[in-house]
């Protein structure tokens, strides 16, 4: 389970509990800049879930940066040398905060934040997206649902023969915990899909969706399931680099007041991530459900949230998330069944070529 924390004006994501043990260091004679170097290294070792994944030698890490770190070390070094360790591991879900100062966070590149890498840029982006809907005939769009980030949490509309649902986070509010912000999301999504009564296929676009919570995402595709079926397997480190836990099974289960058996399109791209990974996963283990886009970001884990000695948080993945037939796509991401980019240049066109693309298909 996933819990919203705000760590000044940067959105991050840790485990519900967010503050889990950090582990010791086996050396207990050390100045304080080296007992936070150890504490991190330490609990990484202990917990972090995907060194092979990663392709992570964190043994040599160790051997090229403890020597920098003295009694003597500011934390300007420390931190440093924190973000120089780990920002080989490309996993957002790692981060280092200086509480109310700033934050560090391992992030794999984007080729869609490449093409649109600041909010005017994914604006227009969105703007772009809305005209391509209004050409093809969709009723002009709705949002609801809280504001966050500047958006309102849903948005849809509806044409001839589809139905189509944005959303891009998995969280109604941040401060909420997941049941209950599941069961309020599923509120909001009663009166969507009461919208939809009349269509038979529902686009729904998780482009550059920032995450949220696991349990958001299987409220969201509940919707489309009139049965009790798996979801995903998740297993928690427990042990050596290659022990994890038993298998952790998430049921899909039907949820709202709708009847209707629908095909479903999931628009993704490579800033869907965290919970959007999640969803993107689960739903292309359900029938009559194609994928067109780019592939997910390949983040999926909770976090592991701790503190270090001087109280700056830390995060790290410590579990792996499997499909319905386990496999894992952490690193790879969602595979799409149609794969199409979005660059800068669909904006001098003022078409998105997902979506088109997705509205040629034939059901």
């Not at 780990?86 to 981060?95: C, G, R, T, V, Y």
């Not at 999640?278 to 780019?294: D, N």
């Not at 969602?334 to 693309?357: F, G, M, Q, R, S």
Request: net charge positive.
């Amino acid at each position: 389970m996933r819990k919203i924390i705000i760590a000044f004006i940067i959105i991050t994501t840790f485990s519900a509990q967010s503050q889990n043990p950090a582990s010791e260091p086996k050396n207990k004679n050390l100045s304080f800049p080296e007992k936070n170097f150890e504490t991190l290294w330490q609990t990484f070792e202990d917990h972090y879930a995907f060194f092979t994944l990663r392709h992570i030698d964190w043994k040599k890490t160790y051997q090229i940066y403890r020597p920098q770190i003295t009694s003597s070390t500011s934390e300007d070094t420390l931190f440093s040398v924190f973000t120089k360790m780990l920002a080989p591991f490309e996993d957002n879900h790692i981060n280092v905060i200086i509480p109310s100062v700033k934050q560090f966070k391992s992030v794999k590149p984007s080729e869609f934040q490449k093409q649109f890498p600041n909010d005017s840029l994914i604006n227009s982006f969105w703007n772009m997206v809305n005209h391509t809907l209004l050409k093809n005939d969709f009723e002009p769009l709705k949002s609801i649902g809280p504001v966050f980030n500047k958006r309102k949490l849903f948005t849809y509309s509806v044409s001839k023969r589809f139905g189509y649902l944005r959303f891009n986070r998995c969280f109604v509010s941040q401060d909420s915990d997941n049941i209950p912000d599941a069961v309020a999301a599923g509120k909001f999504l009663d009166t969507i899909f009461s919208s939809f009564k009349n269509v038979k296929n529902i686009i729904i676009d998780v482009r550059d969706n920032i995450g949220g919570n696991d349990e958001f995402a299987f409220e969201a595709a509940g919707r489309f399931t009139d049965k009790r079926v798996i979801g995903m397997y998740k297993k928690t480190r427990n042990g050596g680099y290659e022990d994890f836990d038993k298998p952790e099974t998430w049921y899909i289960e039907p949820k709202g007041k709708n009847s209707q058996t629908y095909s479903v399109i999931v628009l993704t791209n490579d800033k869907t991530v965290s919970a959007g990974d999640v969803f993107a996963m689960i739903m292309k283990s359900l029938p009559r459900v194609t994928i067109i886009g780019q592939n997910t970001r390949g983040i999926y884990s909770d976090m592991y949230g701790f503190e270090l000695p001087n109280k700056w948080l830390v995060s790290l993945s410590n579990q792996r998330y499997y499909n319905a037939k386990m496999v894992c796509y952490e690193g790879t991401g969602t595979p799409v069944d149609i794969l199409i980019k979005n660059t800068k240049e669909d904006l001098i066109n003022d078409n998105d070529p997902v979506l088109e693309t997705a509205l040629k298909q034939k059901f």
